[in-house]
């Protein structure tokens, strides 16, 4: 046998193991990684409303016990109604509730958005008054570490904390990533609109901007309930939203 | 008892492990996977798994590659290494992933870059490709903790400097903030690793030049 075909057949040989060997660690494993990236979601939905620390690590099943008794999920269509269990599937939006008590204190928006090198998840809180953010948090992004990977950092995510995404007469104006430190960067009228943006992640920062508008703008219907009367019509049998796959 | 030291001091396995950590170690004496030293150190138990994920990935990558090593083509040894190395670092990233979740999310990209690490290269192409597998088992395993122990070294002191604790738990008593100490925020930085691996590697060379 010469040497070419000998080389061709090692390879061969070494990419079948190497093949086989991952594709078994992948499979075998799936269901355990599945499990912590729900765990990871819930968690996230609690730290957008402040109901579990960011950076701290919690046992899964506190996680999955606290979602369980304070997080619902309902399903709403495009005008802001809560569609029944009854109601026919049309275009229907999630939407998170934050319930310690019987009270709803908050609403929940996953946030789905263009980066710079792929989609950014994660959930953005307003609390009952349709206007006032109570929390931002990401679960799931590809940004540059250190630079755009910043944004899963708590110090970016306070920042979200008690602005607001209408202006002073009450009309949407969504909430924006300012270029620089907010203080410096943007209008003393346009402060509550802002927050502080990331150095050296101007496109981040950009692109996130664009998503949080488009997502807001899409939720709008449900802030104008919240803002008109302070909560949202609850039918008896709400339709529960479908599990994000 | 001191006969029995003389002669353990004078194995092959124990020179190659006290080289590893000491004389020739990957960090501090010859300057390579400086990239992930400074990037995983900012708390101590990232820099475990780190140091964990890699010992394992060089251990074993020296064992498989010195089992092949008779048979691998010349011509393609490089790739081969590269196969074996990326192959088993996946397995890491992904067995990371499956149940120390928060962990290796905070790992983020530096475990898949394990695979460019010089260390795993290194010593592929170095010790395992010309000895057998039991020695380069254990050459793997005395250089993945000869890096791990820098890792450690460097993450104690950024952690304890930089954030007030020690495998996440506060040691610096709450009176001492409430005199005015506050937390170098430079440890938690990039150059702070930088300053403190300087510092080793100083502090390695004056003792081994003494």
Known sequence: MSDGVKTILFATGLCLVCSLL????????????????????????????GAVESGRSYPADAIKA??????????????????????????VLPLYLYRPDETVAAYIVPVDSRGLWGRIYG???????????????????????????????????RNFVGKQITDE????????????????????????NYV???????????????????????????????RNQGMLKLPENALVCQPPS | MSTALVKITRTETYRTVSDAL?????????????????????????AIVMALALTAVVACSNLIISMMRKSIPRNIRIIVEVAVIATLVIIADEVLKAFLYDISKQLSVFVGLIITNCIVMGRAETFAM?????????????????????LVGVSFFRELLGSGKILGFPVVPQALYDMGYMDMGLMLLAPGAFIVIGLFVWLEHALLNR
Request: charged share 15%; aromatic share 8%; glycine share 10%.
């Open chain 1, 123 to 157: 959930y953005l809180a307003l609390d009952t008054d349709g206007s006032t953010i109570t929390g931002f948090s990401v679960y799931q992004h590809s940004e540059t570490p250190g630079l755009g990977g910043e944004i899963e950092n708590q110090w970016f995510q």
């Open chain 1, 66 to 91: 606290l979602y369980q008794s304070s997080i619902q999920c309902i399903s709403i269509d495009d005008e802001g109604q809560v569609l029944s269990a009854k109601a026919a599937p049309q275009k």
């Open chain 1, 196 to 226: 502080d943006g990331i150095s050296g992640a101007t496109m981040t920062g950009k692109f996130l901007t664009q998503g949080l508008e488009d997502i807001l703008q899409t939720y709008e219907p449900v802030s104008v309930h919240f």
């Open chain 2, 22 to 46: 000491w004389q020739n170690n990957p960090i501090s004496k010859q300057v390579l996977g400086i990239c992930s030293a400074l990037a995983v150190t900012v708390q101590m138990n990232t």
């Open chain 1, 22 to 49: 991952l594709t078994l660690a992948a499979t075998g494993l799936k269901a355990f990684q599945r499990e912590n990236a729900l765990v990871d979601r819930q968690k996230n939905v609690l730290q957008a409303v």
């Open chain 2, 130 to 150: 010309s000895n057998p597998p039991f020695k380069s088992f254990v050459d793997g395993m005395a250089n993945g903790i000869g890096y791990g122990s820098i």
């Open chain 1, 169 to 192: 007469e009450g009309n949407f104006v969504s909430i924006k990533i300012a270029k620089g430190a907010v203080e410096d960067a943007v209008r003393q009228d346009l402060k509550p």
